[in-house]
């Protein structure tokens, strides 16, 4: 049997890269790639000591193979018989052991034992268990393994000498947000004489922070004598804040003993920031320095983020190297911050001028301040190309980018589908000595995925891998989120599935959930996401608001507003609240189907109900007002945006351009064109093919190749569409040679055409009995390698026969057998259109 566990885990760690699945290397376990010399077991270690001493042999093979590895390689049955052999002693000095070597595998032990052969534990691995998962913050199995051990129990009378366990359960309850058992064990305790611990009473004053009750158990610290701690202060603090309380949390910021932590001084100056005081922030600043208190990134972040908003930028800025002279090193959030600072204000442009004015003052030279910021502003902008340019500027200079540049540059490039880029920035980046997190590489993983380029997905985490990075949640997501962006619904699933049902992945983790239940809503398969929530709540995972929303999104794909709205009134009762993204997709539905008054109702109710409207939400309002032809209110819509502070996207003045050249308003729709252009809006291809259709049917066809010209002039990218309006407007208007101009130029750009565009310029051609124009469009369709279907034919043959030119209908008949049309149909279509004209 040993023989055979070498084997499999050599041929394991042999198999070739190609052949191994995306799945099935996501779900290997770190411990599983060991070499196989760590697997030398003698058959005589397996057995337990006589003496009772510790049996190595299980220990070892536990070790290595952990649960999964038991189960994955076979020797389940060889396990099931050494443990039969073992009693409760034995198995309290292996997890013991385990505790302090491998507490993972001690975890993984214990519920083997108990969950796949009913062994039945002590209190003392019990307990030894329950310390091993408080510390790793592991509450959902500590509760879990609590309850069980409270319904092995007749009373609590062999509780009272461990105050231990006690105290761990009422933290367990606190944690888990089961306020009021977790004051019942506290009162029972009492009963008992023990006395709760500090890190217990802290967490009840966490989560009753938002009330009176807070001074309750505050009171209570106060009475037991128990020393407080600097987060019991926080916490206190904290309170006072939510409880909008600034002059009693100042107030105790001023008591002497309480020991202020930064975390305290930290909510006040962020509750006063948020309010819009960062003048009395910066003096809550100034007040922590006076009391010995150091300042933390967080507190830097909260004035810089104020003095943002003020639009003080300049100030903001050298709060930033002051923060770099005390030694508190810039995170993510202050450069995005910062970033997002200029955005706001229009200044991202002018921000390097802006930057080196300020730098003048202080610094000599650019540093590594400067250029991260520019990077993520350029970046925040889309400006990925300014953003890759500024980082060679920085190398020139002998600047090094740090881990933000990095991280922000990687991130960008994936979101643009520039994700080989991103690898080689990866590389770069630590060749200059930084270390890439499982975040930077769980974003190239999905990016790769949602590519369908699963293979270099898979080696770039098998380097994660080597590199001892190993997989977390997020890479398990962004893989699934990859195959469900670019893979079948079946093989989403099947790796879903895997996911789910693997040791080594937590199964509560509702995010993938979402994920699978969002594809399935895309796809209209409402029955597969309804199973899936229902598998959630099954398990008692929470859904979230993203899970109603995909519900809801799928009925309304489905046009089941039935389902739709019991999925809406359903998230009440889950303790969630809707959001904007609920409303609108509810909203657009009704749109869709032209029922205008729910809308508005929809509308009303998200106000009513205090949530804020999106660019989305503004959207499918603007879609409503202009399908009931109020294009004065929808056109409102857009100044109600900007005077809220939402910007319009690209589709909101589309819907507007589109209603307005319906209305044969053009002027007014160039207008706001050049309305988008004003706010750095840039008009995209379908903003173009609305005006140029807009100017073939309802203005002049003339400013349509104007308008044309001058995009092909200025190298706009144009789709297919654009071509085909203009071909079919002059096919309309009789001019044969622009349209053939045209045709000619949309084959020469590359563009698929097929069958049906040349079908519908000859088609068009015929009806106006211009039969040598189409004739020519035949002869182009054959050159191009396209063949004709039945349908061109047939409208050829009709106008052949309009103009009387029998030479060109024998002409046409063998044309037709060498395309593939049976003669028999060739004669039957001339006859039948002969008949036809007869009647006529």
Request: proline share 2%; with cysteine.
């Amino acid at each position: 049997m040993l023989n055979r566990i070498r084997h499999q885990c050599q041929s394991l760690l042999r198999l070739p890269f190609p052949s191994l699945s995306p799945a099935t290397l996501i779900l290997t376990k770190s411990s599983s790639l060991l070499s196989a010399e760590s697997l030398e077991l003698e058959p005589s270690t397996t057995s337990p000591a006589a003496n009772g001493s510790l049996p190595s042999g299980i220990l070892s093979l536990f070790k290595v193979l952990g649960s999964s590895g038991v189960k994955l390689l076979g020797v389940k049955h060889r396990f099931k018989t050494l443990v039969s052999d073992l009693n409760s002693t034995q198995v309290d000095e292996i997890i013991d052991h385990l505790r302090n070597d491998d507490p993972d595998s001690a975890v993984e032990l214990f519920e083997l034992l108990k969950n796949e052969y009913g062994f039945k534990h002590s209190r003392v691995s019990q307990l030894v268990i329950a310390h091993v998962l408080a510390s790793q913050r592991r509450l959902k199995l500590l509760r879990s393994n609590f309850m069980q051990m409270l319904q092995e129990e007749v009373d609590f009378k062999d509780w009272k000498s461990n105050a231990v366990v006690w105290d761990i359960l009422a933290f367990a309850y606190s944690r888990s947000n089961m306020v009021h058992d977790a004051l019942c064990i506290i009162a029972k305790m009492k009963d008992f004489n023990i006395q709760p611990s500090i890190l217990t009473y802290n967490s009840l004053l966490h989560n009753l922070r938002h009330s009176d009750s807070m001074w309750d158990v505050y009171n209570d610290i106060k009475e037991s004598g128990i020393q407080e701690t600097k987060q019991t202060n926080s916490i206190l603090v904290d309170g006072l804040c939510k409880q909008s309380l600034m002059q009693e949390a100042i107030t105790l910021l001023h008591v002497k003993d309480s020991s202020p932590h930064v975390a305290s001084f930290n909510t006040v100056m962020s509750s006063f920031s948020k309010m819009g005081f960062v003048d009395i922030a910066q003096s809550i600043f100034c007040l922590m320095l006076k009391f010995g208190v150091k300042p933390d990134a967080y507190s830097y972040n909260i004035l810089i983020n104020g003095l943002c908003i003020a639009g003080s930028i300049q100030d903001a800025l050298k709060l930033t190297n002051d923060m770099v002279k005390h030694g508190v090193n810039p995170d993510s959030i202050t450069y995005n911050t910062l970033a997002k600072g200029f955005h706001v204000l229009g200044k991202i442009n002018g921000a390097s001028k802006m930057i080196q004015e300020t730098l003048s003052k202080g610094l000599k030279n650019p540093n590594s301040i400067t250029y991260t910021l520019l990077i993520c502003g350029n970046c925040q902008e889309g400006k990925v190309d300014e953003s890759i340019n500024l980082k060679n500027e920085m190398v020139f200079y002998g600047c090094k980018l740090n881990f933000i540049s990095y991280s922000v540059l990687v991130s960008s490039l994936c979101k643009i589908g520039r994700v080989d880029e991103a690898l080689c920035l990866l590389y770069e980046m630590e060749i200059d000595g930084l270390k890439p997190d499982v975040v930077m590489y769980s974003i190239i993983i999905h990016g790769f995925c949602k590519q369908g380029e699963i293979q270099k997905a898979i080696q770039v985490y098998m380097e994660m891998c080597n590199n001892r990075i190993f997989p977390n949640v997020f890479t398990h997501r962004a893989v699934l989120l990859g195959i469900c962006g670019r893979g079948s619904v079946f093989e989403a699933r099947k790796h879903f599935d895997m996911l789910i049902s693997s040791d080594d992945i937590d199964i509560q983790d509702i995010v993938l959930y979402n994920i699978m239940i969002n594809k399935y809503a895309k796809l209209g398969m409402n029955r597969e996401s309804k199973q899936l929530f229902d598998q959630i709540l099954e398990k008692g995972i929470d859904p979230t608001i993203v899970t109603f929303n995909s519900l809801i999104y799928g009925f309304c794909k489905a046009r089941d507003l039935i389902g739709a709205m019991r999925s809406f009134h359903n998230i009440e009762d889950h303790g969630l609240v809707p959001n904007a993204i609920t409303y609108t997709t509810l909203m657009n539905f009704f749109c869709e189907e032209g029922n205008m008054q729910k809308v508005f109702d929809m509308k009303k109710e998200m106000e009513d109900n205090g949530v804020d409207p999106t660019h989305v939400t503004y959207t499918v309002i603007i879609k409503s007002l202009c399908k009931q032809k109020k294009l004065q209110e929808s056109l409102l819509q857009i100044n109600h945006m900007f005077s809220n502070g939402i910007f319009p996207d690209e589709v909101s003045y589309n819907i507007l351009i589109q209603s307005l050249c319906k209305a044969r308003e053009i002027e007014k729709a160039f207008e706001l064109h050049d309305e988008m252009m004003s706010h750095n809006l840039k008009p995209d291809a379908v903003t173009y093919n609305i005006l140029m259709n807009g100017l073939c049917v309802y203005g002049d066809l003339h400013d349509a190749d104007k308008l044309f010209l001058y995009l092909r002039e200025h190298d706009f990218e144009l789709k297919k569409a654009a071509y085909t309006i203009l071909i079919k407007a002059h096919c309309v208007k009789g001019d044969v040679d622009r349209a053939m101009e045209v045709f000619s130029e949309m084959v020469e750009m590359g563009f698929e055409v097929s069958v049906r565009d040349y079908s519908g310029v000859i088609n068009r051609l015929c009806k106006r009995c211009l039969t040598y124009e189409a004739k020519g469009f035949l002869r182009m369709m054959f050159n191009n390698g396209v063949v004709p279907d039945i349908r061109v034919y047939t409208g050829m043959m009709y106008a052949f026969h309009v103009v009387g030119d029998v030479h060109s209908i024998h002409e046409l008949l063998p044309n037709m057998v060498k395309c593939g049309i049976d003669s028999h149909v060739s004669i039957w279509l001339q006859n039948h259109i002969k008949s036809e004209m007869n009647l006529h």
